[in-house]
């Protein structure tokens, strides 16, 4: 499949959260509901805020929702579940 070579690699790392984190993640996923994009999981919240973290750290305009969609595109799992989805709708 074309589109998952295309993917960034992905590595699995174990990381520690207090519930303060959590609560955080919790407010970051409500805002970025609002770009219309799913971002349910702590992995793609985690990757959206370590991008605007980054870009607001080093004064770099940004974007939510260009953020939010390339985050949802990146995810190997968000796109596998589109693709069945096309598949079963041809």
Not at 67 to 86: F, M, N, P, Q, Y
Request: glycine fraction near 4%.
């Amino acid at each position: 499949m074309d589109n998952e070579e295309n993917l960034p690699k992905r590595i699995v790392r174990t990381i520690t959260l207090t519930n303060d984190d959590l609560m955080l993640l919790d407010g970051i996923e409500r805002i970025m509901s609002r770009t219309g994009q799913r971002i349910k999981t702590d992995s793609k919240l985690i990757r959206a805020a370590i991008q605007i973290a980054s870009k607001s750290l080093n004064k770099e305009n940004y974007d939510l929702m260009e953020i939010a969609e390339k985050v949802v595109r990146e995810d190997g799992r968000t796109l596998s579940k589109l693709l069945e989805k096309s598949k079963k709708e041809k």
